[in-house]
């Protein structure tokens, strides 16, 4: 069974960093990996992604100068380095990969099969 195991989650005070870790499970990771954050009250937003071939992009304007999504292939692992983080990046945080080897203009949750089980990023003082 194919599965994503997510950590790197936890408190942070703002302007802190953190790094989230997305690991397959029974499959070798080698297809596009999103990443996705979903605030309480709020709709799963597409924030990240990384392609098959380290092409990146990022959607959310909010993010980008901050966060970096890389993939180190001999781990099986997927990244998202966060920096500078605000009150605002408060959300569960997810993984997602739908199999395929680019990342879409506009990611969209329910497009995507395989998810992580989310890791909690709370950024407070």
């Known amino acids: 069974q194919l599965q994503l195991v997510e950590s790197g989650g936890g408190l942070v005070q703002p302007g802190g960093s953190l790094r989230l870790s997305c690991a397959a499970d029974?499959?070798?990771?080698?297809?596009?990996v999103a990443w996705f954050r979903q605030a309480l009250g709020k709709e799963r937003e597409g924030i990240s992604c990384i392609t098959s071939y380290d092409e990146t992009l990022n959607y959310a304007d909010s993010v980008k100068g901050r966060f970096t999504v890389s993939r180190d292939d001999a781990k099986n692992t997927v990244f998202l380095q966060m920096n500078s983080l605000k009150p605002d990046d408060t959300a569960v945080y997810y993984c997602?990969?739908?199999?395929?080897?680019?990342?879409?203009?506009?990611?969209?949750?329910?497009?995507?099969?395989?998810w992580g089980q989310g890791t909690q990023v709370t950024v407070s003082s």
């Open positions: 997602a990969t739908d199999l395929g080897h680019y990342c879409p203009d506009n990611p969209v949750y329910y497009e995507y099969d395989y």
């Open positions: 029974g499959f070798t990771l080698d297809y596009a």
